[in-house]
């Protein structure tokens, strides 16, 4: 089982919807946890940083992470063309700051 | 302008010839990774460094070298380069102390290893 886990995808969106990513991890001590975006060919850009159990938005996206269930979720709401990327869900291992990152769901959104 | 610098961005070479990797950022972040990132593995974490003269392993540490002698600057060293580190790497930067997931990405270096 991978420490941290996504949907390869990938997931086509129209244009307008709400696009809704997923991600799982196994260290039942991680504290921290992000979601960065990148670009075919670019590097990754952090867009969502989460670290306590509930919702946090921050524009079109809202973060949320269930530490009892090992979840943490990505939505973005009016999805645009601009919004087809790859989605990669980061965790930060306890005090350490060692970082593993989930292989990356790639997002389509479809005119 | 805050960035994270890399040099070079592309690099062919030959087995067993050392390089290094140049590394900088200008956001006096305490915080500096090098990853690498293949397909259908993503991002892996190889070394990172919480302050200067401090670093630690990844998760695939083998057949790399890091220093952190100043700041800005964490170079990534291959001392015997093989096919396999065949890679786009990245270097990273951020603030550290758990936070060490909020990061700012250098540009990325495509290295092939012949």
């Known amino acids: 089982q991978k420490e941290v886990e996504q949907n390869s995808g990938p997931l086509s969106v129209p244009e307008g919807a709400i696009a809704s990513l997923n991600c799982t991890y196994s260290?039942?001590?991680?504290?921290?946890f992000f979601w960065y975006r990148q670009y075919s060919g670019k590097s990754p850009e952090l867009i969502m940083s989460?670290?306590?159990?509930g919702d946090k938005e921050d524009g079109r996206f809202t973060a949320q992470l269930n530490k009892a269930s090992q979840y943490v979720s990505l939505l973005i709401r009016d999805s645009q063309p601009s919004d087809s990327a790859t989605y990669l869900c980061a965790v930060n291992r306890g005090r350490a700051s060692k970082i593993i990152f989930g292989s990356g769901t790639r997002l389509s959104i479809r005119p | 302008e805050a960035q994270v610098t890399q040099n070079p961005r592309y690099l062919i070479t030959v087995t067993g010839k050392k390089l290094t990797v140049t590394c900088s950022q200008n956001?006096?972040?305490?915080?500096m990774s090098w990853y690498r990132q293949d397909p259908g593995l993503g991002l892996r974490q190889i070394y990172y460094?919480?302050?200067?003269?401090?670093?630690d392993k990844g998760d695939v540490p083998e057949g790399y070298k890091v220093s952190r002698k100043e700041k800005r600057n964490f170079p990534l060293i291959l001392e015997s380069p093989s096919p396999n580190q065949t890679s786009l790497y990245f270097c990273?930067?951020?603030?550290?102390?758990?936070?060490?997931?909020?990061?700012?990405f250098g540009p990325g270096t495509r290295l092939t290893v012949l």
């Open positions: 460094s919480m302050n200067v003269e401090v670093t």
């Open positions: 989460i670290y306590s159990n």
């Open positions: 956001m006096n972040h305490e915080y």
């Open positions: 990273a930067s951020g603030l550290g102390q758990g936070k060490g997931g909020s990061q700012f």
């Open positions: 260290d039942r001590g991680s504290q921290s």
